[in-house]
């Protein structure tokens, strides 16, 4: 990653690419908590036109990172500690609440489509693991584990889509603490420092899966419950 995440771009995927580096900005201080900003100013330290940065700020506004203060003022939001804290929690009832419903409401089609994933993502982490041991840690081991994660969040992706409510799936997207992509930003800053702990989150996904396919909401509501939470207390703390 570039130490001036303000400096100037490349020429290709530029929505993209904005959203990305004024994330990065936001996360690592050079755009600071409560800091007014203008789509032409970022256009110009990123050096595009202003038509990605609008794409971009679009985005960040509806993930909360950035907060629109009058028609065309914007700011770097400011959440306190707790206000995050709130959000956590408000997110992990939501996806607890899923994954009651889902056990009531999958498919068995979804489910065997739920149970694919995870067998996927079974054999990249075998794949994986016997990589580093035979080797060591290289780029190929990094691409396997980003992989993993993207299978891992295509599976709670899936089970709220299993529920088949718009209208709750629609409320824990406006609810996530992370995106995607900053889940996966910090998961790969983390995991080295706390590899067990993420085995050990790895392997829940599994229990989660065995009580959709038994049909038991108590059981996957908590598993769940508390998946989410120990995930979102961990990227929240970092």
């Known amino acids: 990653m570039s130490n001036n995440p303000l400096g100037p771009m490349e020429t290709t995927s530029l929505a993209d690419q904005a959203y990305r580096r004024l994330r990065d900005a936001v996360r690592e201080g050079a755009l600071r908590p409560g800091e007014k900003i203008t789509e032409r100013d970022l256009a110009a330290r990123l050096g595009v036109s202003p038509t990605p940065v609008r794409e971009a700020l679009r985005q960040l506004v509806h993930e909360k990172v950035v907060e629109r203060v009058g028609p065309r003022a914007l700011r770097i939001a400011d959440h306190s500690a707790s206000a995050l804290s709130e959000v956590v929690e408000a997110e992990v009832r939501l996806s607890a609440l899923m994954a009651r419903l889902a056990a009531r409401n999958a498919t068995d089609t979804q489910l065997a489509e739920l149970t694919d994933l995870l067998d996927r993502a079974d054999r990249l982490v ?76 790895y392997r829940e996904h599994r229990g989660l899966l065995d009580a959709l396919l038994e049909r038991d909401e108590e059981r996957a509501e908590q598993l769940a419950m508390h998946h989410h939470r120990e995930a979102l207390i961990q990227l929240s703390s970092s």
Do not use: C, M, W, Y
Not at 129 to 134: K, L, P, R, S, W
Not at 140 to 157: I, N, S
């Open 126 to 201: 075998a794949q994986t693991e016997q990589t580093v041991t035979e080797h060591g840690p290289d780029a190929e081991v990094a691409e396997r584990l980003t992989a993993v994660f993207r299978l891992l969040r295509q599976f709670h992706h899936q089970v709220e889509a299993s529920v088949g409510n718009p209208v709750l799936e629609g409320l824990l997207h406006q609810a996530r603490a992370f995106s995607d992509e900053e889940r996966l930003d910090l998961t790969i800053k983390l995991a080295p420092e706390r590899a067990e702990s993420f085995r050990r989150r």
